[in-house]
């Protein structure tokens, strides 16, 4: 299926983001400025300039906003502070519903912060991020659960963002881990797409996209050697899309293993957040085309242009098409 004729259906799919939704927020300091604290002495880190994008599932659905997706929303967690307000009114403004979102005051909103050297441009201090590390209260576990249960078949398409690298405080809990198996088997033909950092090995009956790093890393944990097909095997997998940087990437199916080479990009900018990318571009296309082939061309046009621009940047529709017919597609 050609990808114009692709990228015209978008408009009427429709796609919950699942799980850890957070801010970013990008700080340029000026090493100009780092005069010793009065009461310390330390040095101060002085941030001139400031922007703010979602982050982890909100760059998911940040792009699929901006390939003109019909109906985006988010289902996650987000405190009551000044970090979850800027998230809402950052998804709001690129009309991505965050109607679905629990707010609680028990937990603080997941943000990362990245520190940018405003002389050189290059993000050269230690993150700082907000995170938490204690199991996610019950009565949020409860009202996620709640949440999805309800609203899961009015989505054509369903993205799980397993973003936390803490073993307990993110999202995904193996309640809700559970409850989404069930849903996939409940309804073999629904879309459900999971990106997950840490635990791609508990998951069953969902399509898995690890990068390769995350990939290997399952395999050798599991079997001691890498062998996807057995990955897949073992989690019950409809498929894998493993995506290798600038290789593309490696669907793993029925049929075996097939490498999807991606458009070539001579000096790529930025590849924080290429994988979520792929993932929105790659998953709704599955919807459209039922092609594995299609979705993963998809994917890879949409990521080979957000490796383009600083942070984690969207893909626009005339630019895709831009680029696929540079590729022939």
């Known amino acids: 299926m050609k990808v114009v004729d692709v990228l015209e259906q978008f408009p009427k799919k429709t796609a919950l983001v699942v799980g850890d939704i957070c801010l970013d927020r990008w700080c340029t300091y000026d090493p100009a400025h780092a005069e010793p604290s ?10 001139v300039r400031t922007e703010i994008t979602p982050g982890a599932g909100g760059t998911v659905a940040n792009n699929l906003a901006a390939l003109k997706t019909g109906r985006v ?5 987000i405190g ?33 912060t990245k520190l940018i050297n405003a002389e050189t441009g290059i993000e050269d201090q230690p993150r700082v991020d907000i995170i938490n590390t204690r199991q996610l209260p019950d009565q949020v576990e409860r009202q996620i ?36 198996a069930e849903l996939a088997v409940d309804d073999p033909e629904k879309i459900i797409w999971v990106d997950s950092r840490i635990r791609s090995e508990f998951f069953r009956h969902v399509i898995l996209k690890p990068n390769l790093l995350e990939a290997e890393t399952t395999c050798v944990s599991l079997f001691g050697q890498v062998d ?89 529709v005339a630019e895709v098409l831009a680029a696929a017919e540079e590729m022939g597609w």
């Open 228 to 316: 996807y097909v057995r990955l897949r095997t073992e989690v019950k997998a409809r498929s894998l899309f493993v995506t290798q940087g600038a290789k593309g990437v490696l669907v793993v199916n029925d049929e075996g293993e097939t490498l999807v080479p991606t458009r070539q990009v001579e000096t790529p900018v930025d590849i924080c957040g290429a994988g979520d990318s792929f993932s929105a571009g790659a998953g709704v296309a599955l919807a459209i085309t039922r092609s594995e082939m299609d979705a993963a061309r998809m994917g890879n046009l949409v990521s080979s242009i957000t490796i383009t621009k600083k942070g984690t940047g969207t893909a626009s």
């Open 38 to 47: 009065r009461e310390t002495g330390i040095p101060r880190l002085a941030v």
């Open 73 to 77: 929303s988010v289902l996650g967690a």
């Open 80 to 112: 009551e502070d000044g970090n979850g307000l800027e998230l809402v009114s950052l998804l709001n403004a690129s009309a991505i519903s965050p109607e679905l979102l629990v707010r609680s005051p028990l937990l603080s909103t997941f943000t990362y």
């Open 145 to 180: 659960m709640h949440h999805l249960q309800t609203f899961w078949r009015a989505f054509d398409v369903i993205f799980v963002s397993d973003q936390a690298e803490t073993r307990r405080g993110g999202v995904v809990t193996p309640e809700i881990r559970s409850l989404i």
